[in-house]
């Protein structure tokens, strides 16, 4: 029988937000509007869905500059991730990350931490590299996107137990359909996912305490 493991990306195994740092190279101006359109759709004034194109389109992220950001993740990675992902491994579990965030910026980080399945949005390019769009029906581009994609790697790997790991209230909504939730506040603590997460570390190793 397999064991699942699930791990959001952003403030979790890498210190960095990979939307945020996109918006930055693009200027102070961009990345304010960005910031301001995160935070529409934390208000509930946006649905997450209008902001997740507005900021692409403000952004207009190259193919070089994904590719930027990929290095970025590596560099900010949290600093017992490699070696407690490799554990997990040895151990025998199945290890994904699932992501809000872009799956072609998330590859390169992917690759350094061995880990093959990455659930997060494509991003489109055309052939000189320019941004073309995103694939707007993939479920993080909304609420309670999280949990379908849970309901489809549950289908895929059939778990005897399922792990999920994350700083994000997006990923408190996965805690009632894996047999554990982990509130990650490593990077940043969030206090909705702080008091309600059944587990909580601020380091990633101390997982393996509690999986
Ligand atoms: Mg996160």
């Known amino acids: ?17 990979g939307v945020d740092e996109l918006a930055r190279a693009k200027g102070a101006d961009v990345f304010n509007q960005c910031v301001q359109l995160t935070n529409d759709a934390m208000d509930g004034s946006v649905p997450i869905a209008d902001v997740f194109a507005k900021r692409l389109d403000l952004i207009q992220p190259t193919e070089a500059l994904c590719q930027e950001v990929g290095q970025l993740y590596i560099q900010k990675i949290e600093s017992s991730a490699k070696e407690t992902i490799a554990t997990l491994q040895k151990e025998g579990w199945d290890v994904v990350i699932l992501s809000g965030g872009f799956s072609n910026v998330i590859q390169p980080f992917a690759a350094h931490l061995n880990i093959a399945h990455i659930e997060a949005v ?3 390019f ?10 707007e029906r993939y479920p993080t581009t909304r609420n309670g996107g999280k949990p379908e994609i849970i309901h489809q790697l549950l289908e895929k790997y059939q778990p005897e137990t399922s792990v999920m790991v994350g700083d994000g209230v997006s990923d408190l909504e996965t805690q009632e359909h894996v047999s554990k939730f982990i509130g990650f506040g ?14 909580y570390i601020t380091q990633l190793s101390d997982l393996l305490d509690i999986v």
């Open 1 to 17: 029988m397999s064991k699942l493991i699930v791990f959001d990306c952003d403030s979790t195994l890498s210190e960095i937000e």
């Open 122 to 124: 494509p991003l489109f």
């Open 126 to 135: 055309n052939a000189d590299g320019s941004y073309q769009g995103f694939d």
């Open 186 to 199: 490593g990077f940043t603590p969030r206090e909705k996912v702080k008091a309600k997460a059944k587990h």
